[in-house]
């Protein structure tokens, strides 16, 4: 229990984080190309947790290697979804159309395990996707470029939060995270080169973004997310990551100054909402409850 309850703790640490990189993002991604600043970011990043964690890198078998690549092309798709969605969208929107795949990853893992998914998490899924809607669709009821990327990105982390979940506890958490980490920073060296021109990006502010989210919200996040997913659930992951979007709705307006209108505020209630809701175990609670209740009838009688 001690060790869900710090594995719980940390998490939230990676989620305040990671709330914060919508805004650090989009502020690099003034100055560079999207697979560009991808490469820095992530090849900086592995680069700083090699250094750190080299003992777990020399021990690297095959198992290791095989799945950090696999879960890393995962997590390179939902981040190039997601950063060129952001050259069209809010830092605000797309925390909370990311904080989606919350929401998706009881589903998919209902299906990835061949299991019925519960009727909270159906329930949630539904209440998000009417939130959804409120959030990004416009008067003629279509999503711009920005939020339909972001969309399919959410689809990929929620892949990625599923197949850590499955494969963390079999390999050396921390090796497999950098190798992961490493991969989206190859994947985005190469499209750099093959769809843009990359450039060494020059300026105080630029550094700074890429080396906070190198450092904590990449190199940090993702080998803590990695270790501690071995003592929770990936379930109760998502549960934690679903407070993702309201921080970087935060972050967004005290750093950005941006305001989501009375229907987007709507909307990101109903995703948060649907969030929760398909977490929650109804059943066991209530039945808590009404167990306690039945208990203390026998006391008193």
Do not use: C
Request: no cysteine.
């Amino acid at each position: 229990m001690k060790k869900q309850l710090k594995a719980d703790l940390a998490l939230l640490g990676v989620t305040v984080v990671w709330g914060s990189s919508f805004v650090l993002t989009k502020n690099a991604l003034d100055y560079l190309p999207t697979y560009n600043f991808l490469a820095i970011r992530f090849i900086l990043a592995a680069l700083i947790s090699s250094i750190i964690f080299y003992k777990n890198i020399l021990s690297i078998n095959k198992d290791t290697l095989k799945y950090g690549i696999i879960i890393g092309i995962i997590l390179f798709g939902g981040y190039a979804f997601q950063t060129v969605g952001l050259n069209y969208t809010t830092a605000s929107k797309s925390g909370f159309i990311t904080g989606f795949s919350v929401v998706i990853v009881p589903i998919v893992s209902a299906l990835f395990l061949k299991q019925k998914p519960h009727k909270e998490a159906v329930a949630g899924v539904i209440l998000a996707i009417v939130g959804l809607g409120f959030l990004t669709l416009n008067s003629s009821l279509t999503l711009n470029i920005g939020d339909t990327l972001t969309l399919i990105a959410a689809f990929m982390f929620a892949f990625h939060i599923i197949t850590v979940g499955k494969y963390t506890v079999m390999v050396d958490s921390i090796a497999m995270a950098i190798i992961q980490i490493a991969m989206v920073g190859v994947l985005s060296l190469f499209f750099s080169f093959a769809i843009e021109n990359p450039t060494i990006p020059r300026g105080f502010d630029v550094w700074l973004s890429i080396l906070i989210l190198a450092t904590l919200a990449t190199s940090g996040a993702f080998i803590i997310q990695n270790a501690m997913q071995k003592f929770t659930s990936p379930t109760h992951t998502a549960l934690i990551y679903s407070g993702e979007p309201v921080f970087s709705a935060v972050f967004a307006f005290i750093m950005l100054g941006e305001r989501l209108t009375k229907q987007g505020i709507l909307g990101s209630v109903l995703i948060l909402s649907g969030m929760i809701l398909s977490e929650m175990d109804w059943k066991k609670m209530f039945g808590k409850q009404h167990k306690h209740i039945n208990e203390r009838l026998e006391i008193r009688d």
